[in-house]
Structure formats: C-alpha cells, structure tokens
C-alpha cells in the first residue's frame, strides 16, 4: 500500500449472475494517473467490473474501493460524481441536444450558467468537438461526434476517475483511429485515472499504461503489452495476443 | 339552466339535486309515456303552487326505484306490474292491485297515488301483414311457427312476467330472441329484421305502423295500472302538491294515454306540450311550467341546446380526464418501478374496464346519487387503464443503459424520473391519455341515463321519439368532439414530446 490511496481497488471481489461467476474472487488496483486498460475475449467479466466500481451492480463478496473509500449504499450517488463514465456510441440522452447532455449533471448541482459555459468551452477545445454541433440532438450527430460528448459528459464536474466501456466499439475505423488518437491526448493531458474496457489489443497498446487480460471472471495476466506478447503468463495469452494479428475474416474467436 | 359550464360546476351539480329539499323532483323512466306522465306531474304539482323540476327521463325501472329509495328524487310513474314482478318480487302476490301494494310499498317508506286510469299492460305485436300471412292472432298460434325472429326490450327478456314466463307458459320454441331498445324494435319490424315485439297497450306505434296485437288467450300478462309512486316524508314537505297529485287518480283512460303519446311520438310535439294540453283540459287553466331538469326542453332553441350539451359533455369529460390523469400517472410510475405491484396494479384497472359502462354507472347511483357525479366517477375509472397502461409500458421501455447513465452521472432517481424518463416516455403516455379522452368522449354520451346531461341526452331523446335529427344534435356534435380531442391531442404532441425524439 502506498500513502495516497489507489484511484480504485477491487479488494477480493466476487459476482455472479445466477448459476454464472461473472468475476471470480479479483484483486485489482489502479494507482492515480495511470492508464489501464481491461482485455478480454467478451464475457470475460470486463464490463461487470465497470458496473461494480460505479455502483451499478453490488459484489456479492469483497469489497469495492474509490480513492480509499469503500463503495455503499450511502455513498454511492455522492462517489460517482467522482468518476466519468462513458459507454459504447456514447449513451447519450436522445431527447437532449448535447450541450444538455453535457451539462446535465452540472445543472442539477447548480452550476451558474457562465461556469457551465466556460467548462464547456474547455472540454469542447479539449475533445476537439465542432463547437457549432453543441445544439443538435444526438440524431444529429455522428457516430465520432456522440463519442465525443459522451467523453465531455464523462470529463464535465472534473472526475479523478474515468471509465470508459468500449468507447470507440461502434466507430468506423477511419473516425476510431483519429478518436483513439485523440482519446490518448485527453488522457495525457487531464492526468487521470482511467479505466478502459476493450477486446481490441491494439487499441490497449496505444492507450495502456497498464494491460489487464481477463478470462472467465479473473486476472491472466497484468503487465505492458510487450509482456503479454513476450512473456505470456499462460498458452491463452497466446492464442488470444495470435487472433488479435489475425485478419478480421480469418478470426473465428473475436467475436464470440 | 342546472348547469352552466366548467369543472366546478359539473361536481357542484349533485350537491345541488341531493339537496334541493325545496322543490319536488319528479323523475320518469326512459320512455315517451312515463315522461309524459312526469310531465303531467311535475305541472300538477306547480299549479297547487309547490315549485317542481323533472328529471326526464332518467333510466329504467330499477335505477329510478334505487334513486327514490337514496332520496335522490321524490316521485316518478309506474304501473302496479312492474312494482309486483320486479320491485316486490317474491314480496307480492302475482297480479297484485293498488289496494294490495300500498301497504307493502309503505313498509319501504314508499307511497302510491292511483290508479292513474289505464292498464298499459304488455302485449306482443306483429305487423299485420306478416300476421296475416302466418295467420297468427293469439299467442298460441306463436308456438306453431319456431322460425320467427323476436325483438324484445331489454326489460322484458329478463323479467318473470316478460319472455322467460311467456315462453314458458305458451310453450314458444323460437331460438331467434334478442334484446334491444323498445324504439329500435319498431324499426325492425318495419324493416323485416324482426317478426314480433312486445308492446305497451298505449303504444302510439300500434296504429303508425300497423301492427296486430296478438290476444292473451291463456291471460298471461298481469295488469299494468299506470300510477305515481312516491317518497312518503315528502307528502309532509309538499302537502299541497300531494293534494292535487291524489286528484289524478282516474282521470287518464287508455284512449287518452295512446293519444297523448301518439301527439308526441308521431305528431312530434314536446311532451311538456302534451301534459300541458292535459293539464289545461282537466282543470281549465294554463299551468306555470316546470323547471326545467336535465332532462329535454323542446322549445329551446337547437344552436342553444346544442351548445348547452356541448358544455355539459365536455365538463363531464374534462374532470373525469383530469382526475384520471392525476391519479393514473403516479399508479402507472408506481408499476414501473415496483413489477410486482404493477401487475396487481394493471390487473385492477384492467377489471374495471371490463365493467360494462351501463352496469358501472348503474353501480354508481347507490355510492354517488344520479346526475353528474356518479358519471364522471364512471368516467375517471374507465380513464385509468389507457393512462396506467402506457405510463408503464413508456418508462419499461426506457433503455437500460440510458437510465445506467443517467445513474452513473450520480442524478439522484427522482431527477432521473423527471428529466430523462418521464420526457423519454411521454410520447407514449400521451397516446394513452388521447385514447383515454377519445373513449370518453364517447362513453359520456351514456351519461344522459343517468341524469348528467350531455350530447347523449338529445341522442336518447332522439331514439325515443324517432327523431332523427335530434339524434344527429347530440350525435354529430359528439363525433367532432371526439375529432377535436383528438387534434388537441396531436398538437399537444408536436409540442411536447421533444425535439429529439421526433422522426
């Protein structure tokens, strides 16, 4: 244990879905600043870790901690203003245009207008977002576009901790590309602490400080991409760092 | 004018009725006789100087009973048969008389005035052109032809002295027997679809459609002495009119009767212009009219009434709406978010609209009196289900992530509640409000058989007296109405449902 607490910690924590074990018992730790990315084939129980450090889901064992804090019932609404999260094509409000969906948290605290408006501004110049698009409806807007705001909703009250759940899964790979690019850039720059759920090895290569492969509810292996490709802790790490090299058509396992 | 307009007064209207211990109110059943009749005695009434009102034509047999007995009126027509075989059933021998029903009538808190002068007893009646052809003229010979179609009022097909008794005693095998309006039976015999219905022996129709009354040769059929019953605590309070009331007794004969209801059925004249003409013959002098109830003013001009119902209508349908929405969106919330709950919820509202609206207005005067409460209660719970119903089904079909998000973002849940999936849902909660107005609209129509007023008031009146244009008074204006709601509804939609969850 270090002094300062770590951003997150998963302290022996156990899930599960009926008859399924979404997480077996998992210890996991993210110190402040740095990036981590969680990989594996789907199912693995990445995503359900997400859930349980906002509070959406409650471990059945163990116990979750934010910034020290273990994560409860009572807390829970005031520690999520803590962390950012953002989901596959957003999750955005349709029936609010996005400068709404940006600040609707910020609205229920009762920001002032002009504070609401200059931290957006910020995030806007920040996530590189044309400023002119900030009154369309999601409809409105592209698939890049609504990441884009989901990732300023997330950064919105200032968060020490964000979440991201495959944020560049629905993109094109024209807009995934510049997106991860600029995604890597937001994270340098805001310096915090970061979550972020994918299956795509290239793309936690890019992001990764820290590379978490998962597999049936529990940790293969936790390292640099480069260890996973030249130690792997187990055969699995190996097939699976193989079919991500694969050719998409030639890749029967991506997708299961 | 009973009601002038607007929510208020549409809920002060039975207060108003319940209370009115300083007029008579007189009430007839749903046929163009009885109204005469209470015509005949709310003008009575007002010439010995006691201010009457008449609530023309307010139901059938049971419901005026059941209003005499809750103190909603105090005196309405009946004939001795009626009060032997369905009021006393059991209580009163078979073909009981008016010296054998007083005293029991009394024990009830109820007093008889009569008889009036005629026996308007059933009988069954053919066209007498398809009599002849059958060669059908008494009841046995019915037997003789099991391929005939009967038409019989509703009252009739289920009473002991109506076609289950008479079917029993001539051993009449027809399968072909269906129940509808007494006024709608003529129409189907003269257009063929019926062979035979029953009659009122003072039936104006006898003589406009050439009918054959088959003779009563086994003596079926009890006596059906017209007369006036009456709540015996207001003899005390209108003894004046009492006294003139008793004097009625004897003065109509069947010959009388069939005139004055042939005046008004088939001459078209305004019963209250028929009991005037009566009135004014048997005392010699012109009697001040009643005030008017929510019953049918003739004289009045057609723009104005039509209007006058037009607000009625949309009163009782306006504050059932309202209650409905304010009581039904909560419930719909609550079965959104407690699924065990809303299955007992959904279930509830659901049975009440299983309810037939007749049976459940009916099952209202008890509880709420007559006039326009008990239907707008009817009203509000025949709202409910359309508006719980998709409350629940728009906020189950929120998207879970969404509310994730919104959970995520820390919005505490009444925030989510309001700002993402009350607006996200309302597409859907407002079809389920336009569905609720639009049934209503047209359910209030059956208002009007229980005093409420209303367009449906012209369209039974119409019905009774073969007037088409007057149904069409209270039936076109009701299909705009319908219309109308439901543009409002459509704009109220463009305007509400946001921006960003139009196509």
Known sequence: MTETPAALEFVDVAKRYGPVAALAPLRLQVARGETLVLIGPSGCGKTTVLRLALGLEHP?????????????????????RHMGYVVQEGGLFPHLTATANISIMARHLGWAPARIAARQAELVSLTRFPGDALARFPSQLSGGQRQRVGLMRALMLDPDLLLLDEPLGALDPLVRAELQEDLGHVFKQVGKSVVLVTHDLAEAAYLADTVVLMRDGRVVQKGRVVDLVRAPAEPFVTRFVAAQNRPAFDDPGRSS | MRMKSGVLLALLALPRTASAADELRVASKSFTESVILGEIAALTASGAGVPAQH????????????????????????????????ILRGAAPAGADVATLRPLLRARGVGLIGPLGFDNTYAIGMRAA??????????????????????????????????????????????????????????????????????????????????RVLADDRGFFPRYEAVLVHRLDAEARFAPAFTALQHLTGTIDAATMTGMNADAKLNKMPEAAVAANFVARTTGRSPSPATAGPGAPHDEAAAAMIWRRTREHLALVAVSLLAAIAIALPLGILAARRPRLGQVVLAAVGVVQTIPSLALLVFMIPLLGIGALPATAALFLYSLLPIVRNTHAGLRGVSPSLRDSAQALGLPPLAILWQIELPLALGTILAGIKSAAVINVGTATLGALIGAGGLGQPIFTGIRLDDLPLILEGALPASLLALAVQGVFDLLERVLVPRGLRP
Request: aromatic share 8%; net charge negative; with cysteine.
């Open chain 2, 55 to 86: 609530r023309r034509a307010l139901g059938g047999t049971r419901l005026c009973w059941d209003a005499l007995l809750a103190g909603q009126i105090d005196v309405y027509p009946d004939y001795t048969g009626t009060l032997t075989e369905e």
């Open chain 2, 130 to 211: 398809r009599a002849a052809e059958k060669n059908i003229r008494t009841l046995s010979e019915l037997a003789r032809h099991p391929d005939l179609r009967f038409g019989f009022s509703n009252e009739f097909m289920n009473r002991r002295d109506g076609w289950p008794g008479l079917a029993a005693r001539y051993g009449l095998p027809q399968t072909a027997v269906q129940g509808l309006d007494h006024d709608l039976a003529y129409r189907g015999l003269v257009d063929g679809s019926l062979d035979a219905t029953d009659l009122y022996q003072t039936d104006a129709e006898i003589r406009r459609y050439d009918l």
């Open chain 1, 60 to 80: 059945d064992a163990g116990s979750v901690r934010v910034a020290g804090v273990t994560l409860g019932p009572d807390n829970v609404r005031a520690l999520r």
